[in-house]
Each structure stands twice: as structure tokens, then as C-alpha cells.
């Protein structure tokens, strides 16, 4: 069973570019979340996705998007970065229902200069 | 809505002795509580949860919770700190309205001295 993966592991941008992160869910798991983690806090719920539609979104704007694919992967994409924009990206996944476990990817580092 | 506080963002103990990891949460309705652990450089793994079911909770690696709904606490405890515990531990909340979004905590980070 291959756990949740993340790509890529670290990445350098400048502000104003944008930046597309990708995750792989487990196996068997349709239900994808994302969480910013800045330094030395907790991870910040994004949003989620479930069968290819957004089920939830956290307190970030607009130019936070994502989506979900067939086979349950996921994009996170990042228009017109800002400098706080640098943080881990954690993507999640999981089967449905509020009681079940995520499992956490190693994230993604994202530098934006 | 609902939040999670971790009191000490640091916590220090001595190789065999006790951890106390504090946490409580404010939510409207019911909670669902999570403990992960989260080891440098990588993700979050989860270490137990609390579904209202029993009240005290076992999870991995000798941790152990107790859900007080009088205090809003979900206490991490373990009674003999191990050098491999030295982590950042984040304590989660879920409610049923809102999928299994998590939100955390602002996380402790333990250090086990020998």
C-alpha cells in the first residue's frame, strides 16, 4: 500500500509567480485535503476535495484553487504569490466521514522570495 | 465555530519521566479529537482520536488521552518519556457538520533530555 505523496519537495519562487503543488493519494482514499503550515504554527485547513468537487474551504482567498482528479490526485495551485505565502503545504487523504484518519503527506517546502 | 489552544508551545522532560501535553478546545457541538505527531521533515502522523466513545483513549507508541467534556480538555499523556518522543505534537478538532476537516492547535514541542 503506497502512502500519500507529495511533489515537489521543495520549491523556490518570487512574488507575483504562480506555483502548482500535486498529491497522490493513498490507495482506496477519495477524499483530499490541504493544509498550509507556516513556521513554528499549526497546519491551516485550505480545503477539500471530494470526487472531484470542493467540499469545504478554509479562510484563504480566491487565488488558492484547486482540484481532483479520476484517480483521486490533486493539485493545489497559488496565483500571484506573496512573501507569506511561504510555508509547508500538507496535502491529506482519507476516506470520507468526519471520524476517519488523514493521512498526512511529507509536504511540500514553498520559498517565495 | 471551533478552535483548539495548546498551553506551552515547549515542553521539557527528563528521559523516563512523565509527558503532559495540554489541549483544549471550544466547539459548539460535539467534537472529534485528534493528537498527531509530527517528527522533523516530515508530515503529520496520527497518534490517537476521540470519536465519543470510551473517554480515555490509547494510541501509539504508549500515548494515551483523556476526552473531560466539563473542562474542554484532551490532555496527551504518557507515563515514561522516551528520547524518540521528541517531536512537535498538534492536538485537532473535527466536528460533524464540517467533514473531517481538521482544525489544530498551535502545536508543543516536546524535548526529552537524557
Known amino acids: 500500500e503506497t502512502g500519500v505523496t507529495q511533489s515537489p519537495t521543495h520549491l523556490i519562487k518570487t512574488r507575483g509567480q504562480q506555483v502548482t503543488l500535486r498529491c497522490s493519494s493513498q490507495?482506496?482514499?477519495?477524499?483530499v485535503s490541504w493544509y498550509q503550515q507556516a513556521l513554528g504554527q499549526g497546519p491551516q485547513f485550505i480545503f477539500q476535495?471530494?470526487?472531484?468537487?470542493?467540499?469545504g474551504r478554509g479562510n484563504f482567498p480566491p487565488r488558492f484553487s484547486g482540484l481532483q482528479f479520476p484517480n483521486y490526485s490533486s493539485e493545489l495551485n497559488v496565483n500571484a504569490l506573496e512573501l507569506d505565502d511561504s510555508a509547508l503545504y500538507l496535502c491529506?487523504?482519507?476516506?470520507?466521514?468526519?471520524?476517519?484518519?488523514?493521512?498526512f503527506g511529507p509536504g511540500t517546502r514553498l520559498t517565495v522570495l | 465555530a471551533q478552535s483548539v489552544t495548546q498551553l506551552g508551545s515547549h515542553v521539557s522532560v527528563s528521559e523516563g519521566a512523565l509527558v503532559l501535553l495540554r489541549c483544549n478546545y471550544s466547539?459548539?457541538?460535539?467534537?472529534?479529537l485528534f493528537w498527531y505527531v509530527q517528527y522533523p521533515n516530515q508530515g503529520l502522523q496520527l497518534l490517537l482520536k476521540?470519536?465519543?466513545?470510551?473517554?480515555l483513549v490509547k494510541g501509539i507508541n504508549g500515548f494515551e488521552a483523556e476526552f473531560k467534556k466539563s473542562e474542554t480538555s484532551f490532555h496527551l499523556t504518557k507515563p515514561s518519556a522516551h528520547m524518540s518522543d521528541a517531536a512537535e505534537y498538534f492536538c485537532?478538532?473535527?466536528?460533524?457538520?464540517?467533514?473531517?476537516?481538521?482544525?489544530f492547535g498551535g502545536g508543543t514541542r516536546l524535548m526529552v533530555k537524557p
Open positions: 491529506a487523504s482519507s476516506l470520507a466521514g468526519v471520524v476517519n484518519e488523514q493521512f
Open positions: 490507495s482506496g482514499h477519495n477524499t
Open positions: 476535495y471530494y470526487r472531484e468537487e470542493e467540499n
Open positions: 466547539s459548539s457541538v460535539p467534537p472529534y
Open positions: 476521540y470519536t465519543s466513545a470510551a473517554t
Open positions: 485537532a478538532v473535527s466536528v460533524g457538520n464540517a467533514g473531517n476537516m481538521l482544525t
